[in-house]
């Protein structure tokens, strides 16, 4: 190589030092573990979840840490005015959002003749509903600079079938489809939504059939590592949808789930 010579970008393009994100979801897992990656990668964040207390600590953890500005605020994703709120909180002390990343969810499981259309309803308006609500509040402001990213939490369960499963299957099987309508949607504005679909990771949500038959066997035993994701191995793969280094993907599902589908 001759000096004259330009460099690939390489690494550059995942820089995100001046981005803002939205990061709901954010005080506990993958939501918290994509925020770090996210402030690692040089960003600032707004971490949103419904108990203020977890947001501020887990805000403060992220600033320790990483040494860039990380502030908590408390939403309920499935009330309108509170979305909204939270884009005007985000424009008020960053000036600015480039990037949302939508975790919020929940799983109830159960036969469907054993969970209540009360507990279907509940799942499908934080997992849906939230995801929607929260994309339509930042969407104008994404607009109005040409640019931004969208990142939704779908699921392997969003692509294949689990008995016992079908608010949470359908919820995020909703969520597949949310991203590819709305990616075609937002395309023209330089907007990229993608998705990532986890496969089983150890979070909160999950640590009840850690150690029980099911999860031994039909789900740790069902991924060809045969083991749980560890919460640093979904950074990788958030850092790259939120940065420069994804602009050509539109409408995209990128599985990390330790080769669970691949089987």
């Known amino acids: 190589m001759t000096t004259n010579q330009k460099k690939l970008p390489g690494l550059q393009l995942f820089d995100l030092t001046g981005k803002v994100a939205i990061v709901t979801g954010g005080s506990k897992g993958l939501g918290f573990a994509m925020a ?7 960003g600032s964040v707004l971490l949103v979840s419904r108990t203020q207390r977890e947001c501020d600590a887990a805000a403060a953890e992220i600033e320790q840490e990483y040494g860039t500005k990380a502030v908590g605020f408390a939403v309920d994703v499935t009330k309108e005015e509170e979305t909204t709120a939270m884009v005007q909180k985000c ?3 960053f000036g600015r959002i480039d990037i949302l990343i939508n975790s919020a969810g ?4 159960g036969p469907i003749d054993e969970i209540s259309h009360a507990d279907f309803q509940k799942v499908m308006d934080i997992n849906v509903t939230g995801t929607w609500l929260a994309s339509k509040a930042v969407v104008p402001h994404l607009k109005a600079q040409k640019s931004g990213k969208i ?3 779908a699921s392997t369960l969003g692509v294949v079938g689990l008995a016992n499963r079908t ?9 597949v489809n949310m991203t ?10 330089n907007i990229n939504v993608n998705a990532i679909c986890p496969g089983p990771f150890l979070t909160e949500m999950n640590e009840p059939i850690k150690n029980t038959e099911e999860g031994k066997k039909f789900i740790v035993g069902a991924t060809a590592l045969e083991r749980w994701g560890e919460l640093a191995e979904i950074q990788g793969v958030g850092i790259f949808l939120a940065s420069d280094a994804s602009n050509y993907m539109v409408g995209s599902c990128l599985l990390v789930d330790g080769g669970w589908v691949a089987r």
């Not at 608010?167 to 969520?175: D, R």
């Not at 990616?183 to 504005?189: D, K, M, N, T």
Request: net charge positive.
């Open 151 to 153: 990142i939704n939490l």
């Open 36 to 42: 770090k990656g996210i402030a690692d990668a040089g």
């Open 180 to 189: 590819k309508a709305l990616a075609l949607e937002l395309a023209p504005f």
């Open 167 to 175: 608010p949470y299957t359908a919820s995020k099987g909703a969520i």
């Open 106 to 109: 929940i799983n109830i499981r």
């Open 91 to 93: 424009i008020d002390l």
